[in-house]
């Protein structure tokens, strides 16, 4: 019930007076007012137990139909076109996201994280283990969605469909071997073995999440706060 209060406010009164973005960059720093003061609105109703940190296929999430099916207060701070490296950046080296960071750990809430798609999408695999490994060690105890099977032959003509296909693998290595149990496979039940791609119904685009993946989520709520 608290929850559900604490998203109607944020959704229908809170965000509509905050900015989603002020300048004209990527910075993550750009976006965090609505962080913030979601942050804060959320300690009025206890405090949030679960945080979701990535990019669109988590800001995609940050509807009220969605949010509000969480049990336990949940804040979305997800930002559309957001790299791992970006979360390290952000999380360590402004003001607003080293106060976030340690609200985050001091509260005793749960991150979940989706983040690394856009560095497939960027071709900038190298640095992924290592990012992704910087943000666990920030939130030991939080969990990460792996990235779904996308509809590779979308991008035929910009990309080699088996090199994306391969750059996602590694995305998903190394989420698993940094997070191991502490994951959630949104790819293996949800691959298509003839084709390689998602199954119908599985994704609204190419590459993001439809309501199906969104309720699978949901449904690990008891875990992700063990």
């Known amino acids: 019930m608290l929850n559900k209060i604490f998203q109607n406010l944020y959704f229908f009164g809170l965000k509509g007076w905050i900015k989603r973005k002020v300048g004209s960059g990527m910075s993550l720093h750009d976006y965090s007012s609505r962080m913030v003061w979601q942050w804060r609105l959320a300690k009025l109703f206890g405090g949030a137990k679960i945080v979701m940190i990535g990019d669109s296929n988590m800001e995609g999430f940050a509807l009220f139909r969605f949010m509000r099916r969480?049990?336990?207060?949940?804040?979305?701070?997800?930002?559309?076109?957001?790299?791992?490296?970006?979360?390290?950046?952000?999380?360590?080296?402004?003001?607003?996201?080293?106060?976030?960071?340690?609200?985050?750990?001091?509260?005793?809430?749960?991150v979940l994280f989706n983040v690394g798609g856009n560095n497939v999408l960027q071709r900038s695999v190298g640095r992924l283990p290592a990012n992704l490994k910087t943000l666990y060690s920030m939130f030991p105890s939080?969990?990460?969605?792996?990235?779904?099977?996308?509809?590779?032959?979308?991008?035929?003509?910009?990309?080699d469909p088996r090199i994306l296909g391969d750059d996602i693998k590694k995305l998903n290595d190394a989420i698993r071997e940094t997070w191991k149990s502490r994951t959630i496979d949104l790819y293996a039940p949800f691959i298509n073995p003839v084709t390689g791609e998602a199954f119908a119904g599985i994704l609204r685009d190419p590459i993001h999440f439809s309501d199906v993946t969104m309720a699978v989520i949901i449904e690990w709520e008891s875990r992700i706060l063990q």
């Not at 999380?91 to 809430?109: K, P």
């Not at 996308?150 to 910009?158: G, K, M, Q, T």
């Open 70 to 110: 969480w049990k336990s207060v949940a804040v979305n701070i997800g930002i559309g076109g957001t790299t791992a490296d970006g979360w390290v950046d952000f999380l360590t080296q402004t003001d607003r996201g080293n106060w976030l960071r340690r609200e985050i750990l001091i509260s005793g809430a749960k």
């Open 142 to 159: 939080s969990w990460a969605c792996l990235a779904p099977p996308i509809h590779l032959s979308f991008f035929a003509s910009v990309i």
